[in-house]
């Protein structure tokens, strides 16, 4: 897959959301920006994440994948 790819998944199923996807073809980073976030936990925002990817990463299309997932306002802190 490219990341361009997975990039369009997330943001067509995660409401409101930017991400930013870099890889090689088998190993990925997400930098996924979304007010959903807001108030979940790391491990709940990591499920969306991998839910907006549907079967990619159970049928190894995706090998592996680094997720930031953070709220608007928390980007906004860090800045």
Known sequence: MLPEE?????????????????GDGRHF??????????GMGLLARQRQ????LGNNIHNGNIHALSIKAKTPSEIANEK
């Open 6 to 22: 997975i990039k369009k998944m997330i943001e067509s199923n995660i409401p409101d959301c930017v991400a930013t996807v870099t």
């Open 29 to 38: 980073d997400a930098l996924v920006i979304a007010p959903l976030f807001e």
């Open 49 to 52: 994440v991998y839910s907006a």
